[in-house]
């Protein structure tokens, strides 16, 4: 079973500040996702890779498989941005595997 | 508008009572997915049903009953053999069980005494 392990588990940042979350997994995989846990609990998904970068307004993200590793960049950070930044994994089983999240603070 | 909704958001339950959660999509998605999540970790899966009148055991099943009766329906049920409850529970779905993204609910957040 693959273990996906995040960090840092909480982060606290200056508006404008440049931020990073890295998400570390076990097992080879199918597919990385990125996703956004806003205080009332839905969840949004932001990226999906398997190899490579993507970028989406402000919010970028990498994987590199070889080093079974991905991070999570927003550049120009903003309050909005407060939330809890969830990386999973898809592996043979195809099933998702969940890191325990990130929770981001941005203050103004 | 197509989503996910999952009903009621809060839910306050007696020990030893059954509770079902409710989880309707119109997305057209053939996989359903039930996660429980606790804090401090990363949500675990509950069942998953690819399609209509089929469904699979997840990571953490046990105390737990889903049906799926409709594609656009997939209701969980909490029994009193769960020994631990109290969570936050999200629902899920999916084009198929393939590599492509999960559409999330806004999830239920019961509460068991």
């Known amino acids: 079973k693959n273990e996906v392990e995040q960090s840092p588990q909480n982060l606290t940042a200056q508006e404008g500040e440049f931020i990073t979350i890295n998400c570390s997994y076990s097992?080879?995989?199918?597919?990385l996702h990125w996703l956004q846990q806003h205080p009332g609990g839905g969840i949004v998904s932001l990226f999906m890779?398997?190899?490579g970068k993507k970028k989406h307004g402000r919010l970028i993200a990498t994987i590199n498989i070889q080093e079974k590793h991905s991070s999570l960049h927003i550049t120009a950070s903003h309050p909005r941005d407060s939330a809890v930044y969830i990386c999973a994994v898809r592996g043979s089983a195809r099933q998702l595997t969940f890191g325990s999240g990130t929770q981001l603070t941005v203050l103004p | 508008d197509g989503g996910i909704t999952q009903s009621p958001k809060y839910l306050f339950r007696k020990e030893g009572q059954n509770v079902t959660l409710s989880c309707e999509q119109n997305l057209n998605h053939d996989a359903m997915y039930w996660y429980r999540q606790d804090p401090g970790q990363g949500l675990r899966l509950i069942y998953y049903?690819?399609?209509?009148?089929?469904?699979q055991k997840g990571d953490i099943a046990e105390g737990y009953s889903v049906s799926r009766e409709k594609k656009e329906s997939f209701p969980l049920t909490v029994t009193s053999a769960q020994k631990n409850p109290t969570a936050f529970y999200l629902c899920a779905s999916s084009i198929d069980r393939g590599p492509g993204e999960q559409y999330f609910g806004p999830g239920t957040r019961l509460t068991v005494t």
């Open positions: 049903s690819q399609i209509v009148n089929d469904f």
């Open positions: 890779l398997s190899s």
């Open positions: 097992v080879g995989i199918s597919a």
